[in-house]
């Protein structure tokens, strides 16, 4: 079972720690407050940087800060797609701050908050990142002008006086997850002001998975049983196991007569029951990227391998795709 | 001694496998997505697919 780490963040808005961004601290000049990103997409939000005076960056007094219409809901982002469930540690952290003249989405109190869950956790967890400070920076990490109400966000967990240099962002974890997702809530609200970042570093074993959909209503006693021995996942591509040789003896027994494939991701191949490599979908091939495929035994009635195939691209377009910040 | 006679029609290739390469016979090419595999009958007594060397 190879093992392997990454590291992924993303960010939108803007950011005076990164070199994307430039932010005109000149106050001589004549777009001071005014910020740029270079590279990852267009300005949004309000102007961050660490702010240390009293007047609204320029975009408040023109008003050219950009709002954003038609936000979604949320941000899903998925590390790593359900390829490793029960092998996998997420250690991760967000910042944000967001805004809304619907008075929905900050209480006044705080700048913003955002959800962050984790199918292990299966639930809403709210932190608070940003809270606003009186009047002055908090600490020496990054600080963010609301233009709204003419505040500042500090960001500080726990909102404490400063006193010399604060954490000013936690890393959380979860393990035996399969994915986090970064939960922005903006209620569908527009004119909401924010910048986002959120960073994730994760180590997982790979997995050798089952390929097989199964209809939990139709096939109800299997899919449990299977559910049993391994992973099951509900588009059927990849459900993880621990040894690719017991997966396919357990498949044997209990699916003799139906179509399945096995990859075997310590070897990188992918046996195939039932099943000849013409019935293997281009997606799949390109998803897994198998050395080798084996045939353990080819179909003796090509309609069992056409349902395997036909059932797996639709489980497979059902995959709802991973949503793009704007 | 003699060098094996190939027969007329069979192409053998080199493939990476277990770590070193090993020559087959190629019984047939398959194309997959940006893959191409070639087929054999491997140890194991299955048709193969390996990924083709070329």
Known sequence: MPFYEGFVYFARGLYWWLYETYCQTDTTASDYGKCYQRVISEAIGVPLFTYTGTTAPSCVNDNTCIGIQNPPWDYPVTLKDNTSIGKQLILYKTWMILNSNGGLVVDKTKCGRATVKTNAMEENLWFPFMFKTANYVSGSGPNAYNPLDNSICGLNVFYTPPVGSQIV????????????????????????????????????ESSPYAIIPLDYNNDYVPYRELRNAFGYSYNGVDQPGWNAQDMISALKDIFPDRSWAVFDDNNQILYLYNLTPDYVPDWLIEKLSPTAMKVLQPPADATVAKAWLDLLNERNAQIPPQAELP | MAPPIQPPGKKRVKIRKGGRWVEVDVGGEVKKGRFKYVKFVDDDGLDTYWVSPE
């Open chain 1, 169 to 204: 962002a936690e890393w959380n974890g979860a393990t035996l997850a399969m994915k986090i997702i970064v939960d922005i809530n903006m209620r569908n609200q527009p004119n909401i002001y924010y910048a986002l970042y959120a960073a994730a570093y994760y180590a997982q």
